[in-house]
């Protein structure tokens, strides 16, 4: 059975939270500069659409002739062909460097949002060992480049509500385990990706969870370990609280459907799902990293708070399925593990749960 101290744990989980959104940040970084790229060819093209309408009506009005009219038009056609070239150049660039140094990108802005510098390099500004390489460019046709279609988008995960256990050969009103008082939490991030590239109704929605179960047993039990089964057992004296609860970390993944709000501008492309309906359905699967039974009682007098860490036969590998139904973020969740509670136990338990998930942008 694997045990990781709360401390450790909440340490690795934050760790792996903040590579996820790093490496998501430098991509997305590294995805804008590549649209941008696409982008350059098409406004130079126009500028230079405008350059021949304007050299072409001053030879109308009679201003320079049909000579010095083709003069202008094909020295107007080598600079915007060397634009992008050069810019081109530079993006090329900045994408390499982000790659191979870590993606930390500093971009300076003049007041209307036009880039006159980028920093691309690692480490932090204010020490002595920070890397900065610059490229520094000017250009007044130049805005800051948008992520054009933005296809994923990442979202905190958190969600509670009540636990319980399926048993075999048994109906979940004949549990052995408190309703109100078994209950579950769940904390993660989330990545949600549209599949099509020109519909949104269908989304893959995936990320890193922790889930804490946990089951609180009826008419003054607890849990007992005895070699490979783990059994219910009356407590000498009366308890005040008994609850075992197990924690795991898992990988969700879940099929989204829903309709979204469409916008298009010349610029960017958008889905939203704000306050639009959302149904998912689909599956986890992890580890369980600790299970640990709180004992809470009166002897002699003094009260006692037992907190009993072991693995109680729980079972390591978790899998299970799950679903999600709501608008925008707020959403009715409900869980099923497919592994047993105690992976040796004569009698079958699988872990369920009800509640309410929320999903914050």
Do not use: C
């Amino acid at each position: 059975m694997l045990t990781i101290t709360r401390v450790t744990l909440t340490f690795i989980f934050l760790l792996l939270v903040q590579g996820l959104f790093a490496q998501e940040e430098v991509q997305r970084k590294i995805d804008s500069l590549q649209q941008r790229k696409e982008q350059i060819s098409l406004q130079e093209k126009e500028a230079l659409k405008k350059e021949v309408e304007a050299i072409m009506m001053r030879q109308k009005d009679g201003e320079i002739s049909a000579e010095e009219a083709q003069k202008l038009k094909e020295e107007a056609a080598r600079k915007r062909a060397l634009n992008i070239e050069n810019k081109l150049a530079i993006l090329d660039n900045t994408i390499a460097l982000m790659q191979r140094n870590g993606g930390v990108v500093n971009v300076e802005q003049d007041s209307s949002h036009y880039v006159t510098k980028i920093e691309i390099g690692w480490g932090h500004r204010d020490t002595d060992h920070s890397r900065i390489f610059g490229v520094r460019y000017s250009d007044r046709k130049e805005p800051k480049p948008v992520v054009y279609d933005r296809r994923t988008y990442s979202d905190m995960v958190l969600a509670f509500g009540i636990n319980n256990a399926i048993i075999d050969g048994q109906s979940l009103g004949d549990s052995p385990y408190e309703l109100g008082g078994s209950r579950f939490f769940e904390l993660g991030v989330s990545w949600r990706t549209r599949v099509f590239k020109n519909s949104n109704f269908m989304r893959i929605n995936y990320g890193l969870s922790l889930q804490f179960n946990g089951l609180q047993p009826k008419d003054n039990q607890y849990f007992v370990a005895d070699g490979p089964e783990t059994t219910l057992e009356t407590f000498d004296v009366d308890l005040r609280k008994a609850k075992l609860r197990m924690d795991n970390l898992v990988v969700p993944v879940y099929f989204e459907f829903g309709p979204s709000k469409f916008t298009k501008t010349d610029t960017r492309i958008r889905y939203s799902i704000r306050n639009q309906f959302r149904i998912g359905f689909g599956g986890y699967t992890g580890f369980n990293i600790g299970t640990r039974q709180k004992l809470k009682y009166d002897r002699n007098g003094e009260r006692v708070k037992d907190k009993l860490k072991r693995g109680y036969n729980t079972s390591d590998f978790i899998y299970g399925i799950g679903a999600y139904v709501g608008i925008d973020g707020v959403l009715l969740y409900t869980k099923y593990d497919l592994n047993p509670i105690f992976q040796d136990a004569s009698i079958r338990q699988r872990n369920i749960s009800f509640g309410l998930r929320f999903d914050m942008d």
